[in-house]
Nanobody
Framework: QVQLVESGGGLVQPGGSLRLSCVAS????????MGWYRRAPGKERELVAA???????NYADSVKGRFTISRDNAKNTVYLQMNSLRPEDTAVYYC?????????WGEGILVTVSS
């Protein structure tokens, strides 16, 4: 089993920044990819950013140039640095780990961008 614990969400004004963190624990040897998804009110869950092990990051077009995903393998942690936040970035953000073809999810953390 894999456990994912997210932190760093909250309320921020438009143009502000937040950094999300997700710590993975459990049977995590051989992780294929770590990433972030989000579900905005009334919308489907969508990929925000993903970072395959040994590969390059990929981003949703809507966040390119504003968000940066990174990993600290020693800490089994994936980060999402979010800059220039917009109201449309308001969503519940979910940490995701792909391990041997199985997707694991965090419980989600709310990010609200509002003045």
């Amino acid at each position: 089993q894999v456990q994912l614990v997210e932190s760093g969400g909250g309320l921020v004004q438009p143009g502000g920044s937040l950094r999300l963190s997700c710590v993975a624990s459990g049977s995590i040897f051989g992780i294929n990819s770590m990433g972030w998804y989000r579900r905005a009110p009334g919308k489907e869950r969508e990929l925000v950013a993903a970072l395959p092990s040994g590969g390059s990051a990929n981003y949703a077009d809507s966040v390119k140039g504003r968000f940066t995903i990174s990993r600290d393998n020693a800490k089994n942690t994936v980060y999402l640095q979010m800059n220039s936040l917009r109201p449309e970035d308001t969503a519940v953000y979910y940490c995701n780990v792909l391990l041997y073809g199985w997707n694991y999810w965090g419980e989600g953390i709310l990010v609200t961008v509002s003045s």
